[in-house]
């Protein structure tokens, strides 16, 4: 007994050294409630409703449009037979379409599946075939990486967007051939009627984060619905979102195709 405390008092993590690092106004720890982690979009935006959610290329997205649009795509998502437990990909930079699709897919207790923008047609496929993901919801720049391994997979369905979508002036570009139009999709759902859901906050999955090295894709990351809503409120109070220079690019490449 007196080694094992002996060792947890050399562990440099015995001290927590991390915590000095914390603002001010961020507790040291906290109790969060056994909920889905859909539900931190619902309470965002019954509270915060016409408050923005997201500014991307000049344009706002407020938290009741937000999930409002959520809430269509998960509508059109279960149209295509997403159910509980169904992976549906996301290769996605950082706009407000992967915020939709995140929280459309864990509305449904579906499993988001992230798939890194960058990835080459082989990681893709890798990762698609490990995940036995059925939707991929992606770029119309970077359609062209899904479709060349659509037929290795079991993807049945892509679905594409744009970045000029959600932009000060938005343009809806048409999906490439064999491809869904993500702003048709949500379109076409007037007002959405989303099934019951029974989820399991604590043991059911709502995401999957696969790891990368050098060398190869690594396992992935289960994360639980209720881990995942904690970690949202845990960075929340820290998070300054910047410019991602990957943003940038796309976005330059996708005025360019768009002229």
Not at 153 to 179: F, K, M, N, R, V
């Amino acid at each position: 007994m007196s080694s094992i405390r002996e060792k947890q008092q050399l562990s440099p993590y015995a001290e927590r050294p991390w915590l000095k690092h914390y603002d001010y106004w961020v507790p040291e720890q906290t109790n969060f409630a056994r909920q889905p982690v859909h539900q931190i979009l619902n309470l965002a935006a019954a509270q915060f409703h016409d408050r923005p959610a997201t500014v991307f290329l000049g344009a706002k997205l407020t938290f009741s449009e937000l999930k409002e649009r959520a809430d269509r795509l998960a509508m059109a998502l279960s149209r295509l037979g997403i159910r509980k437990g169904d992976r549906v990909g996301i290769m996605l930079p950082n706009c407000p379409q992967y915020l939709i699709s995140f929280f459309a897919i864990v509305r449904l207790g579906a499993i988001v599946t992230n798939v890194n923008p960058i990835y080459t047609p082989r990681e893709v496929a890798l990762v698609a075939k490990d995940s036995g993901m059925r939707v991929m919801i992606t770029l119309d720049l970077l359609a062209g990486t899904v479709l060349g391994v659509q037929a290795e997979t079991q993807i049945e369905q892509i679905i594409t967007t744009s970045l000029g979508e959600y932009s000060t002036y938005p343009e809806t570009a048409a999906a490439p051939e064999g491809a869904l139009s993500f702003s048709e999709m949500i379109a076409g759902v007037s007002a959405p009627e989303l099934p019951h859901v029974e989820i399991d906050a604590e043991e059911d999955i709502a995401a999957l984060v696969y790891s990368y090295s050098m060398h190869a894709l690594g396992r992935a990351v289960c994360a639980a619905r209720r881990r995942s809503l904690s970690v949202g409120h845990s960075i929340l109070p820290r998070l300054r979102i910047g410019r991602w220079s990957l943003v940038r690019r796309l976005a330059r490449r996708d005025a360019n195709t768009h002229r």
